[in-house]
Nanobody
Framework: QVQLVESGGGLVQPGGSLRLSCAASGFSFPTYVMSWYRQAPGKERELVAS????????NYANTVKGRFTITRDNAKNTVYLQMNSLNPEDTAVYYC??????????????WGQGTQVTVSS
């Protein structure tokens, strides 16, 4: 059974930091691209950051570049999102995603349940 369990969300003041974790099980974690998405109220879900299988390459949304860092620990089947210099616009539910493309039009794609991040004074 595939599971992605996020943790680490909460309430933080502007300028503060949080570290999100996503513990994965039930699939071959090192072979999947791992990503963090977020969805704010009334907005579409957007990609925040991703890291390729085996951790070779990272990618960030322009709005978080330089403030957020995605890392993965393949020995622990866990992906992290370190978030610094948080501002109210970062308030959203953050989702962990695991994706592996098998062939054009075919992929495995899994989502966590989400964790709330609220940035407010």
């Amino acid at each position: 059974q595939v599971q992605l369990v996020e943790s680490g969300g909460g309430l933080v003041q502007p300028g503060g930091s949080l570290r999100l974790s996503c513990a994965a099980s039930g699939f071959s974690f090192p072979t999947y691209v791992m990503s963090w998405y977020r969805q704010a109220p009334g907005k579409e879900r957007e990609l925040v950051a991703s890291v390729t299988a085996f951790g070779g390459t990272t990618n960030y949304a322009n709005t978080v570049k330089g403030r957020f860092t995605i890392t993965r620990d393949n020995a622990k089947n866990t992906v992290y999102l370190q978030m610094n210099s948080l501002n109210p616009e970062d308030t959203a539910v953050y989702y962990c995603n695991a994706n592996r493309r098998l062939s054009p039009g075919s992929q495995y794609n899994y989502w966590g349940q989400g964790t709330q991040v609220t940035v407010s004074s």
